[in-house]
Structure formats: C-alpha cells, structure tokens
C-alpha cells in the first residue's frame, strides 16, 4: 500500500493514537523528575557496561561485530557499526542483571532503549538534547506496552525484553532520529515482526537472556532506520488479527487504554526502579531480610529452617525446580535462585557483583544454608504491584524469629538517590577495571547529556 494510502486511512489505530500523544512534547515540556530518571538510567546503564566488558560473553559478542564504524561500544575499543554498537551496550547493560526493572509488570527497560538511543544520535550527529528526548520516549514506550498484558508473553515462553525491547528501541531511534509521525509509527510496525527472544535459558543458565535486550536495541534502531528510509510496516501492529499482542499474548484480552489514557501527561518511566543487588529482582526484599537476620547475631549453625512466603508468579523463575536452585551449576545461575540469594547475602551481608561468580556457586557453606531455604505460596502476595520479602526462620533453640521486607529498596516506595547510584556507578567502573578518571569523564557526559550540541564525547568510553 503506497505511503498517501495509509495516510488517508479513516480510523486510527492504536500505533499511531499512541504515537501522535507522544510526539506532542518536547524536551522542555517533560516533568523535571522524568528527566532525572532518564539521567538516572543512562549513567547506570554505562556503568553495567563497564562492569561486564571483560567477561567471557561480552569478549565472544564483540569478536562477532565483523566491520568497524563510528559509533561506541562502551568500555570497548570500537568503533563499531551502529547496529553492532546498539547490540553490545544493550547485552552489556543486561548482562550482569545488575540493571533498572519495573514494578508492576515487571521488564527491564533501559537496555533496550538507551543503546539504542545512543546509536541513532552518535551515527547522525543528533543533539544531546534530541537523544534524551528519544531515551525519555523509549522508556515510556515499554513500559505502557508492558502494561497491555503483564505476564501473558512471558507464560507464551518469550521473554518480554526481547519482544516489547524492540518496539520501545524503534521508538527511542526514531525520536531521536526525529522522524515523522508516519516514519514512525512505521518503525513500530516493523519492529514488530523483529521482536524476538524465548526462555530456554531458564533451563541451564545459556548466555541467550543476556542477548536479548542488544538484539532488541538493534533491531529497533535497524526499524528506525528503514522507516526513514521509506520502508513501512503494519499500522495495526499492536492490535492487528495477526499483530503483536495476538502473537506474543495469544489469549490475552489486552488492555490498550494504557497506550492512549494519560500518554504525554504521567509518564509511568518515573518509577522505573535501580537495582541495589545484581540478581533477580523480586528476590532483593529477602536478601534484605537475611542481612537483617546476619545482623541480628544469629549464626548458619542455628538455623534449622527458613521457609519463604512467596507470590505464585516467582515460583517458575526463582524457585523451582528446587533441587537445582539449591545447588546452581553457575554463578550466573545463582542470580536467579532464591534460595542461593538469601545464602549469600547472609553470610556476605551483600549480592553485588562479587558474590555471583562460579567458585561463590560452589561454596559449601552457602549451598549447604541454601538447602535449608523452602518456600510456601502466599495467596495475599502483591506480586507483581509489589516486591515483599517474609521469612519464617526456625533456630535450634525452638524459636521462630519472623522477618519481613514490605517493598523494593530501590523502587518507587524507597528509590536509591542519586548519591547512590553514583557510587554504584563507580562500583562498576571498577570492577570493570576501569580508570577513575575515565570514569569521571563519562559520567560528566551522562550529566549533562541535555546541554551536548551532539555526543562526540562519548568516545570518551573507549578504550
């Protein structure tokens, strides 16, 4: 159908709806917490890059990126095609699970749209300003679409990064890109049919889940790209007989108000959520708890048993099955075992990145406290409104002490400041091997991103 055809079509759809809303507002006009957010997350993002650049996974995944370019790869020597750079920094960003969620309908949400953001604007010389305003854009992108079935494409066997990732990175790139209505509800369109991603890593802890947000972050950049090149997708991607939510959400009655109700007036991307611990999300408020309980004197020896209340939708993920989340064959398995969490969190009174690596997965003491770790299902479980943590520990000497965490630290009811972040940022960089002052420099970047006339400074992040 030529483009003036589309453009004469009588009813709108929901894309477009979604994205004439959006593309009302301008940097100047968006809540000052909205802009900190996204500042919040860009720095964060970067600094789970850095942490990640000298593993294994990243090592193999740059080695694949075959042609350079002119974009940046960060903590990575580059300069890589844009599409390439998109794939490492989401990948990287995700990759130690150490990056922002969001509570509710729970999906990270930054490291598909950011890399994905950065790309457009460093390949075309695009403004700071602009690239903010795409990031700030993105953002909002998936956590509306997030919201139209909240965990029915993850009981379909994807994986909502993957899927939704693509759709809020077209959006991030055309933004920033600044392309027409048309061009970019065109690039929804195409994302749409290269959203992928599915959960069998859940199986042996595979490198996979890491690859999703990346893929997404290119494939949404690459629909940007082709829009404003003229290629046009499907108008009714989203609510089409064979769209988006039919595919990824088959059964699913989608609640589409969330794409038009409210879009450019609340912005549902301010309470995206900052991680204080590097493993999944909903385990944090019992790590919390079993610090807690370190804290109190109680030594491993005098517990006999803990047993976790616990919302059904963790079960599949975090707790079962049971036996292999007592003994996980990795570190980076462990980041999604409950009760390996809790253990290492106890004895280490921490779960940042030093406590997930493979000889921490095979330390006897922390397997054998695991062991003693069950859980019971909670019908009163606000799971996935809230992340709640309670404990019912049973000691030698017959008692039982009771601990409970009633939300996320790091969420909207306790957000880290930005104080915090900063030192986890630096935290990163270190472990990374990063130098200090390099450090220095490309949080100044992250700062002040609204002020850069284009992002030639982030070649700063290279090495």
Known sequence: MPNNARDEAPSESISEGFIDRLMLRELGDLPRKALDVAVNDLFDMAGNCLAARQTDYMC????????????????????????????????????????????????????MVIPAALAAGERF???????????????????????????????????????????????????????????????????????????????????TKRLHPGWAAQSGLR?????????????????????????????????????????????????????????????????????????????????????????????????????????????????????????VGFFDRAAGLEQFTDEKARDSRILALARRITYAIDPANEYPQNYSGHLKVSLADGRIVELRQPHMRGGRREPLSRDELIRKFHDNARYGGWRRRDAELLLDFCLTIAEQNDLSALKNARI
């Open 60 to 111: 193999s995944l740059v080695a694949s990126c075959e042609d350079s370019g002119t974009c940046t790869a960060i903590g990575h020597a580059g300069p890589l095609r844009a599409a390439d750079a998109a794939l490492v920094n989401g990948t990287g960003t995700h990759g130690e699970d150490f990056d922002d969620t969001l509570e509710g309908a729970p999906i990270r949400v930054g490291a």
């Open 125 to 207: 010389g695009r403004s700071g300003a602009d690239t903010l305003r795409g990031i700030i854009f993105g953002l909002e992108a998936i956590c509306r679409l997030n919201h139209v079935a909240p965990g029915a494409i993850h009981k379909a066997g994807f994986h909502p990064v993957g899927v939704i990732g693509a759709l809020g990175a077209a959006v991030a790139a055309a933004t920033t890109l600044r392309l027409t209505r048309l061009q970019t509800v065109d690039a929804l369109g195409i994302a749409g049919s290269l959203s992928s991603g599915i959960l069998e890593y859940l199986t042996d802890g595979a490198w």
């Open 223 to 343: 629909a940007a790209l082709m829009a404003r090149a003229g290629y046009n997708g499907p108008r009714t991607v989203l609510e089409g007989p064979h769209g988006f939510f039919h595919a990824f959400a088959h059964g699913a009655t989608p609640r589409f108000h969330y794409l038009s109700a409210g879009v450019g007036d609340s912005w549902l991307m301010e309470d995206i959520a900052f991680k204080p611990y590097a493993c999944g999300t909903m385990i944090h408020p019992y790590i919390d708890c079993m610090i807690r309980l370190a804290e109190s004197g109680v030594a491993a020896d005098d517990i006999v048993s803990i047993e976790c209340a616990t919302g059904e939708g963790l079960v599949d993920r975090l707790w079962e099955p049971l036996s292999a989340k007592h003994r996980p064959p990795s570190g980076y398995a462990a980041k999604f075992s409950m009760p390996f969490c809790m253990a």
